[in-house]
């Protein structure tokens, strides 16, 4: 069975700063795997996503994220924060075939302090 | 663009009452899904469907049942609203492969008194 799990429900920065959001999964299968974001009273949008293409996945925002099979991880990261990044951001894995059930980490808070 | 459209973005029901919210997508997508999202518990799906007619129980299926008579439109119905069903409801579609991103819905607030 896949599951996801982030550690860290809320994570702070200083605006400027470097921001880095931890995802770990567990798949018996090679994964596909999502980080999506969502803004206050908003749905998710993705903001990047691994396909077994490149494990250095460039999304929108200026984050990116690297896949890391040994250590099953899929962390975000963005240089430089920004105040408008303060939202809820959320990692999801899925298999192989178009019924697997995507499974989606339970969110990571970010806050941006000025 | 890909458009997933909620019917509303909040809604207050009573006790007992039955509730539908509705979802429409505009990307002839195969797969729809409805979540409900609570904070600390992330997001929970409730049922999913990849075809038309068809329908699979997610992982709380319990009190709620759907319907999908049309490729682009998924509903969700609570057949009698209960004070533990007030929630965020998100809904989303997807193509039919698994390397493709789900599209969300702005979100139902649905308040049960």
């Known amino acids: 069975a896949q599951s996801v799990t982030q550690l860290g429900s809320h994570v702070s920065v200083s605006e400027g700063a470097l921001v880095l959001l931890r995802c770990n999964y567990s798949s018996s299968v090679p994964p596909y795997l999502f980080w999506y974001v969502q803004y206050p009273n908003q749905g998710l949008q993705l903001l990047l996503k691994?396909?077994?293409?490149?494990?250095l996945v460039k999304g929108i925002n200026g984050f990116e994220a690297e896949f890391k099979k040994s250590e099953t991880s899929f962390h975000l990261t963005k240089p430089s924060a920004h105040m408008s990044d303060a939202a809820e951001y959320f990692c999801a894995v899925s298999g192989q075939t178009s019924y697997d059930k995507v499974i989606f980490g339970p969110g990571t808070s970010l806050s941006v302090i000025p | 663009d890909v458009k997933v459209t909620q019917s509303s973005r909040y809604l207050v029901k009573r006790t007992g009452e039955k509730v539908f919210l509705e979802c429409v997508q505009d990307?002839?997508?195969?797969?729809m899904f409805w979540y409900r999202q609570d904070p600390g518990l992330g997001l929970r799906l409730i049922y999913f469907s990849y075809d038309v007619k068809m329908k699979e129980k997610g992982d709380i299926p319990e009190g709620y049942s759907v319907s999908r008579e049309k490729k682009e439109r998924f509903s969700l119905i609570l057949e009698s609203a209960s004070t533990n069903q007030t929630s965020m409801y998100l809904c989303a579609s997807s193509p039919n492969w698994a390397r493709y991103e789900q599209y969300f819905g702005p979100g139902t607030r649905l308040t049960v008194t």
């Open positions: 990307m002839d997508h195969e797969n």
């Open positions: 691994y396909t077994s293409a490149a494990t």
